[in-house]
T-cell receptor
Framework: DQQVKQNSPSLSVQEGRISILNCDYT??????FLWYKKYPAEGPTFLIS?????DKNEDGRFTVFLNKSAKHLSLHIVPSQPGDSAVYFC????????????FGIGTKLQVIP | EAGVAQSPRYKIIEKRQSVAFWCNPI?????LYWYQQILGQGPKLLIQ????????DSQLPKDRFSAERLKGVDSTLKIQPAKLEDSAVYLC?????????????FGSGTQLSVL
């Protein structure tokens, strides 16, 4: 049972354009969402997060939008840069108690110069 | 600040052999996680420690996998005996404290190939 779904395995975007990565979740108990970025041969690194009390969180070129009614979140990268080429994982957890973070399968982003 | 350290970086073994992975979390981090990432999939939690106690091992194949966290710091994950389907990257992560929605800090992982 995949509780966090990333339905696009890959995405190609021209440098300077917007990249939009999507994520859906099925567990309505999830109230904290994170995006991680992973380069080859490295562990994932935290990128940005959002709590369910918000519908948007921004950090520089990265913005995460959360639509709780649709159980959907998206990561926007504007403008996209070649160094953004990586695998992006969406993750979700239930805050409080012993937090268990559940990951999606990832979307591979390629930014073309 | 030093990151999460893992060793070895790569390991190749034959099926039915044993293997062990080591993790040193970020100093002061109470929570330690072991994730398994099979090629083409997202990381799957195997076991989560809070200090030196296990708080979640529901997805750990306990007939062959074991893990311990000595004195609430370093941790080892062991597979005995290994199967072909255990080929994956084993990621260790740590966070300051569970239950506060803290982000996880990952090591570079150990890539295991079982032949």
């Amino acid at each position: 049972d995949q509780q966090v779904k990333q339905n696009s395995p890959s995405l190609s975007v021209q440098e300077g354009r917007i990249s939009i990565l999507n994520c859906d979740y099925t567990n309505s108990m999830f109230d904290y969402f994170l995006w991680y970025k992973k380069y080859p041969a490295e562990g994932p690194t935290f990128l940005i997060s959002i709590s369910s009390i918000k519908d948007k969180n921004e950090d520089g070129r990265f913005t995460v939008f959360l639509n709780k009614s649709a159980k959907h979140l998206s990561l926007h990268i504007v403008p996209s840069q070649p160094g953004d080429s990586a695998v992006y994982f969406c993750a979700a957890s239930v805050s409080g108690g012993y937090q268990k973070v559940t990951f999606g399968i990832g979307t591979k982003l390629q930014v073309i110069p | 600040e030093a990151g999460v350290a893992q060793s070895p970086r790569y390991k190749i073994i034959e099926k039915r052999q044993s293997v062990a992975f080591w993790c040193n979390p970020i100093s002061g981090h109470a929570t330690l996680y072991w994730y398994q990432q099979i090629l083409g999939q997202g990381p799957k939690l195997l076991i989560q420690f809070q200090n030196n106690g296990v708080v979640d091992d529901s997805q750990l194949p306990k007939d062959r996998f074991s893990a311990e966290r000595l004195k609430g710091v370093d941790s080892t994950l062991k597979i005995q005996p290994a199967k072909l389907e255990d080929s994956a990257v084993y990621l260790c992560a740590s966070s300051p404290q569970a239950g506060t929605s803290e982000k996880l800090f990952f090591g570079s992982g150990t890539q295991l190939s079982v032949l």
